[in-house]
């Protein structure tokens, strides 16, 4: 599903996820105090909207990003499946745009866990995506 969904041209994506648009967001979204702390992850329980904020301007990747038509939230609850396993569907589609593929595969791979992780990415074909990025858009999603 991700790959196909990947594989959209960019161009012809009116919406826009990109880091530009997503920090923006990020920062209000700890200014108006609507970042629940209470659901933080494990590595980041007992964080403040400030610490978050502040670990992800100094985390932020400095390439460029590697664009595709994403998701933005592709945990398993989102994608609907036939008794055969196959995708039929996709919920919640409000962060789909334009994004770093990483976005993506971070979001999947934290929900699928260490067990399947691995099945997820080599059917994908990107059996080794780029460490820091996975964690930097995890991060981003404590603010959603």
Same mark, same amino acid.
């Not at 670990?55 to 036939?82: K, M, S, W, Y």
């Given at each position: 599903?991700?790959?196909?969904? *990947?594989?959209l041209p ?6 826009d ?15 108006a105090?609507?970042?629940d702390i209470?659901?933080?992850d ?5 964080? %403040?909207?400030?610490r ?11 390439a ?6 994403g *998701? ?9 499946f ?7 569907g996709?919920l919640?589609?409000g962060?789909?745009g334009?994004?770093d593929?990483h ?7 934290r929900?699928?866990?260490a067990?399947w %992780?691995?099945?997820?990415?080599a059917?994908y ?14 991060l981003l999603?404590?603010?959603?």
């Amino acid at each position: 599903m991700l790959r196909d969904l *990947h594989a959209l041209p960019v161009a012809d994506c009116p919406f826009d996820r990109r880091l530009a648009v997503t920090i923006a967001e990020a920062e209000g979204v700890a200014r108006a105090g609507r970042v629940d702390i209470e659901a933080l992850d494990a590595a980041r329980a007992g964080w %403040s909207a400030e610490r978050l904020l502040a670990e992800l301007h100094a985390t932020r990747p400095r390439a460029a990003e590697d664009l595709v038509v994403g *998701h933005g939230d592709p945990c398993r609850p989102n994608i609907l499946f036939d008794d055969r396993g196959r995708v039929t569907g996709v919920l919640d589609v409000g962060r789909l745009g334009v994004a770093d593929r990483h976005n993506d595969l971070a979001i999947a791979t934290r929900n699928l866990g260490a067990r399947w %992780s691995p099945a997820l990415l080599a059917a994908y074909g990107l059996p080794a995506p780029d460490p820091a990025r996975i964690a930097f858009y995890r991060l981003l999603d404590e603010f959603y």
